[in-house]
Nanobody, 121 residues
Framework: QVQLMESGGGSVQAGGSLKLSCVAS?????MGWFRQGPGKEREGVAG???????DYAESVKGRFTISKDNAMNTLYLQMNSLKAEDTAVYYC??????????????????WGQGIQVTVSS
């Protein structure tokens, strides 16, 4: 069983930055960040494969950076140049078996509770 705890969300003006953290317990071979905006489907934002390779959604490339501290088993998402359309609940996800790609919901068994990010224009 893996438990995930997100932190770092909040409100920021457009153009600002936030850094999300996700502390994990258990085996987390593959991890990712997802988000769900108002009235939208949950979508993959960024993910790290077991070999350390990183995947990003097109909408956040060049603005968001995903990283992982393996010693602390903590996943991060640095979000810069935030836009109003980045407003969403952000979720951390993990699994011990990387059966699919890091931006696909079906890859993950374990999910955090979610944390709100609000960007005002």
């Amino acid at each position: 069983q893996v438990q995930l705890m997100e932190s770092g969300g909040g409100s920021v003006q457009a153009g600002g930055s936030l850094k999300l953290s996700c502390v994990a317990s258990g085996d987390t071979a593959i991890m990712g960040w997802f988000r769900q905006g108002p009235g939208k489907e949950r979508e993959g934002v960024a993910g790290i494969r077991p070999d350390g390779a990183k995947d990003y959604a097109e909408s956040v490339k060049g603005r968001f950076t995903i990283s992982k501290d393996n010693a602390m088993n903590t996943l991060y998402l640095q979000m810069n140049s935030l836009k109003a359309e980045d407003t969403a609940v952000y979720y951390c996800a993990a699994d011990s078996r990387p059966l699919y790609g890091p931006l696909l919901r079906q890859t993950y068994t374990y999910w955090g509770q979610g944390i709100q990010v609000t960007v005002s224009s």
